[in-house]
């Protein structure tokens, strides 16, 4: 770690806890296994946690394409210091009641060490 780790870690984990939204993450922790007897896979093991993220912001007009950016995406930023499990891309993300998925994950490098991760999510 750096001396700007040191100092930048806890500060944005600071900032997201006091004006963050709490939100869970369902990740996949083992897969499903495939039985080649009956043709079924069998049920994948997950985690959750309830975490808080930047609230959600929309993506500006000129960045929409419609396909790898819809209107309806969004982005949140979870401090990496705040997750036990690193952010994986198709994991769940429930806001407010709605599910979503999250698509797109950018890591955010404070020196050495990720400081957050930037979420794209969509419905």
């Known amino acids: ?39 079924s896979v069998g049920t994948a093991t997950t985690e959750s946690f309830t975490v808080k993220v930047t609230p959600p912001a929309r993506f500006k007009k000129r960045m929409i394409d419609g396909d790898l950016i819809k209107e309806s995406d969004f982005r949140v930023m979870v401090a990496a210091q705040d997750i036990t499990l690193e952010p994986e891309l198709l994991m769940k993300v429930t806001v407010d009641t ?24 969509r419905k």
């Open 1 to 39: 770690m750096t001396a700007l780790d040191d100092d930048l870690l806890p500060a944005i984990k600071d900032l997201i806890e006091e004006l963050g939204k709490v939100v869970t993450f369902e990740i996949e922790t083992t897969a499903g296994t495939y039985d080649p007897n009956t043709g």
């Open 98 to 121: 709605q599910l979503y998925t999250g698509l797109v994950l950018d890591p955010v490098y404070t020196g050495e060490s990720i400081g957050a991760w930037i979420i794209r999510l």
